[in-house]
């Protein structure tokens, strides 16, 4: 089985940065892809960023230029680094990976942006 523990979450100021990391444990070999998520109050759960095991990325329109996701090489940490946060970026963060077919979801962490 694959854990996941997601941490870096705050409160930041407009214009500010935020890097979350999520740390991934157990049978981390049989991970595939893994991503960031996050679910705004009110609003369903939406995709921020990807990344395959072969390291491409992909973004939401709404933060491309602004996130960046990447992950250590031992693929143990995924991280997602925030610039040039807004008030709509306010929401629980959660990373995911894909094993075998079945999505496996952190507990989340707690984003909000002052405007």
């Known amino acids: 089985q694959v854990q996941l523990v997601e941490s870096g979450g705050g409160l930041v100021q407009a214009g500010g940065s935020l890097r979350l990391s999520c740390a991934a444990s157990g049978s981390i070999f049989s991970i595939n892809a893994m991503g960031w998520y996050r679910q705004a109050p009110g609003k369903q759960r939406e995709v921020v960023a990807t990344?395959?095991?072969?390291?491409?990325?992909n973004y939401a329109d709404s933060v491309k230029g602004r996130f960046t996701i990447s992950r250590n090489n031992a693929k143990t940490t995924l991280y997602l680094q925030m610039n040039s946060l807004n008030p709509e970026d306010t929401a629980v963060y959660y990373c995911?990976?894909?094993?075998?077919?079945?999505?496996?979801w952190g507990q989340g962490t707690q984003v909000t942006v002052s405007s």
């Open positions: 995911n990976a894909l094993v075998a077919r079945v999505l496996i």
């Open positions: 990344i395959t095991t072969a390291g491409s990325t």
